[in-house]
Nanobody, 115 residues
Framework: QVQLVESGGGLVQPGGSLRLSCAASRSIFSINSMGWYRQAPGKQRELVARIFSDETTNYAASVKGRFTISRDHAKNTVYLQMNSLKPEDTAVYYC?????????WGQGTQVTVSS
């Protein structure tokens, strides 16, 4: 079992930045990969970024170059640094942890990009 708790969402103007945090209840060394997903109203949940145990990362095309996923093993926390935010980035952002064969999810944090 893994409990995941997100924080850091909020309201930001277009072009602004936010950093999301996801704290895990166990060592992230024991988690195969961790990722961030988002779901906008009326849309399906989509992958934003993922980081694997070997530190490789992948990103959705829509956020590449603007978002960065990273992790701090000492704090069992994964971050999503979001820069140059756009209104279309508005969504609930969810943290995901994958321990084969199971997926674990946080409760989500709202990000709203609006002037």
């Amino acid at each position: 079992q893994v409990q995941l708790v997100e924080s850091g969402g909020g309201l930001v103007q277009p072009g602004g930045s936010l950093r999301l945090s996801c704290a895990a209840s166990r060592s992230i060394f024991s988690i195969n990969s961790m990722g961030w997903y988002r779901q906008a109203p009326g849309k399906q949940r989509e992958l934003v970024a993922r980081i694997f145990s070997d530190e490789t990362t992948n990103y959705a095309a829509s956020v590449k170059g603007r978002f960065t996923i990273s992790r701090d093993h000492a704090k069992n926390t994964v971050y999503l640094q979001m820069n140059s935010l756009k209104p279309e980035d508005t969504a609930v952002y969810y943290c995901n942890g994958r321990v084969f064969p199971s997926d674990y999810w946080g409760q989500g944090t709202q990000v709203t990009v609006s002037s």
